[in-house]
Every structure is written in C-alpha cells, then in structure tokens.
C-alpha cells in the first residue's frame, strides 16, 4: 500500500538550534503538504509544493520536495519554543485520487 | 473566518454501543476527509467525499459508515465499538479547486469503555 515515512520519530533541541525532519513515500506523488500540530490541537497546513525539485520559504521554516517527488524535508533555523508541535508531511499519490496520506510524524521539542 | 466544526467535541460509549460523528465544512467546501488518530500516532485516512459522492476509502472497518449529506455535512456512524476505537476523529474539508490544503477541525475525542 501507499506508506508515508518521516524521520526521526521524536527529536530534542535547545533553542537555537536548527532542526530537519525527512519524509519518504513509497510511490511517487503528484504533491505533498506539511502540517503541523501542537499538542492537543489539531493538524495545520503549513504548505504545499508540486514541482519536482521545489524550495520554498516561510520565514525560518524551509521546505523541499524531491526529484522524484518520492521525498520531501522541512528544515527549521533556529529553533524557537514556538515551533513545538509534531509536524507531519501528507502527499496525494499519482492515481490516489483526493486522498491525502499523512507521514508517521516527527514531534519536536524545544528547550530552553 | 468561519471554521470545520465537528460535534461532539467528547464522546463516551460502551462497547457494542454506536456513536454518530458529526462534521460541518467550511462554506464552499465540497470535499470532507475523515481520520482517525490514536495516541501518539499519525492520522489514518478513513474515508472522504466529493460532491455528496464517496470519493476514497482508506483504512475504515466495516462497522463504520459514513455520509455526506445535501448540505455538505456529513456524518460517521460507528457501530459495535470496540475499546480499539477510541481515539481523536478528525474531519477535514477542502474547497471546489483540486489537490489543495486540508483544513481540519477540532476533532471528536471518543472514548469507548
């Protein structure tokens, strides 16, 4: 089946610190959101990328999508406590239709 | 801005019981995904609809159905639970362009004892 995987699993840092998480699909997809969600909350859409090869930028977050649009990265700068939360990649597989299936997750905290 | 609205916002059942999520989109919206996320897990796709159509079935067992209705508000029925089933609920919805962003609700929290 069509399998979304993220690592790590979990990652500590002090603030200031930078910070990537990496996601891998098992198929190609035609695109791939980022997510994030503090505790208690529910999933936010940070972004979404469709070219192959595509970099975008929000501020300290940046945002990657492969080649061959089988994997995806968010690298965060400089940690803030902010930015705590589990942040999950979600892509739509080529002839998946709609569905959009989420990435197991990289929860992040940060420490003063 | 208006948001997804899901209700119940808790949910306590016996198991065998049946519970009835549901989910009311964002004006517009015409898709709504369903998912399932147990503690500390990743949220797994049940099941959405597209223009009051079901549009894609993920993992969603039998015992589960759901609808979307002429309003755009759909439902998620779930019968014979299990202490398995407890978990946060999810719905999402999307507007009328394709493959764009999900937003979801504050979710149901079911428990089932």
């Known amino acids: 089946g069509q399998q979304v995987m993220q690592i790590p699993q979990y990652q500590h840092v002090q603030e200031g610190e930078d910070f990537t998480t990496y996601c891998n699909s098992s198929t190609t997809l035609s695109n791939i959101q980022w997510y994030k969600q503090r505790p208690g909350g529910h999933p936010v859409f940070l972004i979404q990328?469709?070219?192959?090869?595509e970099v975008k930028k929000q501020k300290r977050l940046t945002f990657q999508f492969g080649e061959a649009k089988k994997n995806s990265s968010l690298h965060i700068t400089a940690t803030q406590t902010t930015d705590v939360g589990t942040y999950f990649c979600a892509g739509r597989h080529r002839g998946g239709g709609n569905k959009l299936t989420f990435g197991t997750g990289t929860q992040l905290k940060v420490e003063l | 801005a208006a948001g997804v609205i899901q209700s119940p916002r808790h949910l306590i059942k016996e198991k065998r019981e049946t519970a009835t999520l549901k989910c009311y989109p964002i004006p517009r919206h015409d898709t709504v995904y369903w998912y399932q996320q147990g503690p500390g897990q990743d949220p797994q796709f049940l099941i959405s609809f597209y223009e009051k159509m079901q549009s894609d079935k993920g993992s969603i067992p039998d015992r589960f159905s759901a609808q979307q209705f002429s309003d755009y508000h759909s439902e998620l029925n779930m019968s014979s639970l299990e202490l398995g089933d407890s978990a946060l609920y999810f719905c999402a919805s999307s507007p009328p362009e394709r493959n764009t962003e999900a937003f979801f609700g504050q979710g149901t929290r079911l428990t089932v004892v």
């Open positions: 990328l469709v070219k192959s090869g």
